[in-house]
T-cell receptor
Framework: GAVVSQHPSRVICKSGTSVKIECRSL??????MFWYRQFPKQSLMLMATSNEGSKATYEQGVEKDKFLINHASLTLSTLTVTSAHPEDSSFYICSARTTVNEKLFFGSGTQLSVL | EDKVVQSPLSLVVHEGDTVTLNCSYE??????LLWYKQEKKAPTFLFML????IEKKSGRLSSILDKKELFSILNITATQTGDSAVYLC????????????FGTGTRLQVTL
């Protein structure tokens, strides 16, 4: 089946630093990738939709200047949490949609802890 | 605003029991409903439903969609401890702004 690779799986950083998370579709092309955030014991909350070669579409309440998304190729999207603060600590997960059957495949997630 | 509601929020059953998980939705421009199983990290895909009344089966799991009443159920028969997970329901909309809206999930625990 299709594989989505997400790195890093875990990151601990100091408050004020920026963190970049990568999401790659390994064996398929993904014109659309999605970024989610999940707090403990809660559901996935869509943050933004990333389309290759164009600007990301952010959900209401998500600061686009804080969560920078780049989708430079059909296999790679990145999420950069700029000037991270403790309240940004969360589990971030990406997903990629295949162009063939439009199924959605998820990365393994990144646990971000901001001290 | 699109909304997906799952019930129950959590459930504890004994191995061998049968469980039914519920998902109701209110969205504009419905396209499909998806069920995922989330254990530790990434959700894994279970079913995608687009048509009413057609049951999808995979082993001990089955699911059906009712587009008139706007809900879906996920059944698990003869549960095993390995079925313990959070089961997520998500609804996808049509159009250029197509996105996936997730429910809060049902946390299932299967005990011996």
């Amino acid at each position: 089946g299709a594989v989505v690779s997400q790195h890093p799986s875990r990151v601990i950083c100091k408050s004020g630093t920026s963190v970049k998370i990568e999401c790659r579709s390994l064996d398929f092309q993904a014109t659309t990738m999605f970024w989610y955030r999940q707090f403990p014991k809660q559901s996935l909350m869509l943050m933004a939709t990333s389309n290759e070669g164009s600007k990301a579409t952010y959900e209401q309440g998500v600061e686009k200047d804080k969560f920078l998304i780049n989708h430079a190729s059909l296999t790679l999207s990145t999420l950069t949490v700029t000037s991270a603060h403790p309240e940004d600590s969360s589990f971030y997960i990406c997903s990629a949609r295949t162009t063939v059957n439009e199924k959605l495949f998820f990365g393994s997630g990144t646990q971000l802890s901001v001290l | 605003e699109d909304k997906v509601v799952q019930s129950p929020l959590s459930l504890v059953v004994h191995e061998g029991d049968t469980v039914t998980l519920n998902c109701s939705y209110e969205v504009t421009n419905f396209r499909s409903l998806l069920w995922y199983k989330q254990e530790k990290k990434a959700p894994t895909f279970l079913f995608m439903l687009t048509s009413s009344g057609i049951e999808k089966k995979s082993g001990r799991l089955s699911s059906i969609l009712d587009k008139k009443e706007l809900f879906s159920i996920l059944n698990i028969t003869a549960t095993q401890t390995g079925d313990s997970a959070v089961y997520l329901c998500a609804v996808r909309t049509t159009g250029t702004a197509s996105k996936l809206t997730f429910g809060t999930g049902t946390r299932l625990q299967v005990t011996l």
